[in-house]
């Protein structure tokens, strides 16, 4: 392949391919028109591109969520409430008396006292 | 025209603000950008589009290569663009082209998943050229870009590069080894390689110049 065939081939080679850019249609001419408008609009707010370092507060911040999620203490429920009661009131829970008795517990209470300082006292009449 | 003006002051507010440089040379290098990425675009969108032989994707690929430099590199010396662009659009090509290679082997068994790019229609208005040339010279030019396009579908990938990098975008060897991101001995071989390819291809259709 001499030199000069070599260099009219890439001449030729070169024309057409510089044709083929120039001859472009409109819509892809005016969308490059906007891709270049976009590049100089990147130029110009740097600061809108994401960078690096700006994962760290994120991070950060999804650290703290997820600490808060796994450190909180969870909602008592009922039964959970009935776990954490007191013996003697747990005593009350499982006895088979009725709710009715515990409620007036105190009025039962000066009952029974009221009984015993009745039978110790000494009949009116002093027999005994 | 006013519209451009505008932009490249706004574009230079923006890099005065980074502190890099004078205020008259940031104006400088603002105009230079827009100068630079409207010199190349044509011919970067057709380098890519040979390459990845679909218009949409060709200019998603230029898109980003701006974008990419405008962001990382546009204050650094206006000389250094060229290769950094076409490096970042030679990385966009590849990216491109190993996306679609893993596309058509996952979904490629898949009835209608098989895209052919020379089998989808366009519209033909919006492909129809701007009528810079006359009629006779057009059908010459037409024909030798269909010929032309035709053999370099062949071509492979590296050889391609090096061809449109050299012939289309005039850059020398040191300049498209930097944009290709290998040594100036394997583009020689390369582009030697392509020239030679693609003379035998085209004998029939170029004569005399081939």
Request: charged share 25%.
């Amino acid at each position: 392949m001499s030199d000069q065939k070599q260099d009219e081939f890439e001449q030729r080679a070169k024309v057409v391919l510089q044709a083929s850019a120039d001859e472009l249609d409109a819509r892809t001419r005016s969308r490059l028109t906007q891709a270049r408008h976009a590049a100089l609009d990147a130029a110009r707010n740097p600061s809108s591109a994401i960078k690096p370092y700006m994962w760290i507060p994120a991070g950060a911040a999804a650290a703290a969520v997820a600490v808060f999620l796994i450190g909180r203490p969870a909602p008592v429920t009922e039964s959970q409430q009935v776990a954490a009661a007191p013996v003697d009131e747990f005593e009350i829970i499982a006895a088979e008396d009725s709710l009715e008795f515990y409620r007036d517990v105190d009025f039962y209470a000066w009952l029974a006292a009221a009984d015993a300082d009745a039978d110790e006292e000494p009949a009116p009449d002093g027999e005994v | 025209m006013q519209a451009s003006a505008t932009l490249s002051h706004q574009v230079m507010g923006a890099l005065c603000t980074q502190g890099a440089a004078p205020e008259g040379t940031i104006l400088d290098q603002a105009r230079q950008l827009e100068q630079f990425l409207a010199a190349v675009e044509k011919r970067a969108f057709q380098i890519a589009r040979l390459a990845i032989r679909d218009a949409d994707d060709a200019l998603d690929i230029v898109q980003d290569a701006m974008l990419q430099l405008a962001r990382k590199y546009a204050q650094r010396p206006s000389e250094q663009w060229k290769p950094l662009f076409y490096r970042i659009l030679q990385n966009r090509i590849r990216d491109c082209q190993r996306c679609r290679m893993v596309r058509n082997r996952v979904f490629g068994w898949l009835p209608g998943m098989r895209s052919d790019p020379e089998l989808e229609i366009g519209d033909p208005y919006e492909a129809t050229p701007d009528d810079a040339q006359g009629p006779a010279d057009r059908v010459v030019t037409d024909e030798a870009m269909r010929a032309l396009e035709h053999a370099l579908k062949d071509l492979p990938a590296r050889q391609l590069e090096a061809f449109l990098l050299r012939t289309m975008e005039g850059m020398d060897v040191a300049e498209t080894a930097e944009a290709m991101g290998c040594t100036e001995g394997s583009v020689k071989t390369h582009y030697s390689r392509a020239v030679h390819a693609l003379r035998e291809r085209l004998q029939d259709s170029w004569g005399g110049s081939a």
